[in-house]
């Protein structure tokens, strides 16, 4: 049994390579830290409304995840974005997901924490759901549809 390598996080690489030649630290570190992705989403027939109510486990302060570890396990609905399902997810991923502007051979934003080398520059330029989302536990679920700010047809 070979031993595994040791990853790195190699210079540059979300402008050097592509996102399938990514080594599972590299693609945890091109997020963004925005939290975009931890609002709900609501599925009708022919569209995917987007919310902006912030899931149960996300900690608004710093838009982290409270149990990432265990987030698809604690969140029924929770997407853990992976090489195999970035397709399908890219139609609701913001125009400023790092993972969507690498896809697309894209530069990383300014505010990016891997430009600007500070991880609150996201929040500060107004770019992450820190002061922009209500959390899940504040809302009855009768009235999420109130909160819908996009629409995406399926």
């Avoid at 040791?6 to 080594?23: G, P, S, T």
């Avoid at 486990?57 to 969140?75: A, G, P, S």
């Avoid at 690498?102 to 990383?108: D, G, T, Y």
């Avoid at 209500?134 to 999420?144: A, G, L, Q, Y």
């Amino acid at each position: 049994m070979k031993k595994k390598e040791k990853e790195v996080i190699r210079e540059k690489f979300w402008e050097n390579y592509a996102l399938d030649q990514l080594n599972s630290l590299e693609w945890e570190a091109l997020c963004d830290g925005c939290g975009k992705c931890c609002l709900l989403k609501l599925r009708s027939k022919s569209k995917l409304h987007l919310t902006n109510i912030a899931c149960t486990q996300i900690n608004l302060r710093n838009c982290r995840c409270k149990n990432y570890q265990n987030r698809t396990e604690l969140v029924k609905d929770c997407v853990s974005l992976t090489m195999k399902n970035l397709k399908i997810n890219l139609k609701w991923l913001p125009d400023s997901c790092s993972y969507k502007l690498v896809s697309e051979q894209k530069l990383l934003p300014s505010w990016h924490y891997l430009i600007s080398k500070d991880r609150n520059t996201v929040h500060q330029k107004g770019f992450s759901i820190k002061d922009n989302s209500v959390h899940e536990t504040k809302i009855k679920r009768k009235n999420f549809y109130s909160y819908v700010i996009a629409e995406i047809e399926n």
